[in-house]
């Protein structure tokens, strides 16, 4: 339950439930610092640094961009290059709505499904 303070909702495992609960069964994985999620197995969203980030590819990322989604992109240390991940920041809109989160979700989970495939 939202505390009405005017903060965001912690992610944490709860939060994270009740947020996607339109697609539901999912299960938690700890990783490098942060929090895998997954759903059949297939990892589709992660939590870094208290940010929520949802997988995507080629095929949703006219829709993830369209919605001001960022793709996680780092320098590399080695080469100075950027390499830009698979996961794009959750839209600020959906992080307190269910409804919303889950279309997104849906998106999420069909990209790694897809990348599960390719692998």
């Known amino acids: 339950m939202a505390s009405g303070l005017g903060h965001h ?3 944490d495992q709860d939060h994270l439930r009740d947020l ?9 994985r700890r990783m490098f610092g942060g929090l895998g999620i997954y759903r059949d197995g297939i990892i589709f969203a992660v939590v870094l640094r208290d940010k929520l980030m949802l997988k995507g590819d ?3 990322a006219g829709d993830y961009e369209a919605a001001g989604m960022q793709r996680w ?14 996961y794009w920041t959750a839209p600020d809109s959906a992080m307190d709505d269910p409804d919303e989160m889950t279309g997104w ?6 990209a790694a499904r897809r990348a ?3 692998a």
């Not at 996607?20 to 938690?28: A, Q, S, Y």
Request: aromatic share 8%; no cysteine; proline share 8%.
């Open 105 to 110: 979700a849906r998106k999420a989970i069909e």
């Open 9 to 11: 909702q912690p992610m």
């Open 58 to 60: 080629e095929e949703v």
């Open 73 to 86: 992109q780092y320098v590399g240390t080695r080469h100075g290059k950027t390499v830009a991940m698979p």
């Open 116 to 118: 599960a495939a390719k």
């Open 20 to 28: 996607f609960e339109g697609v539901e069964p999912i299960t938690f």
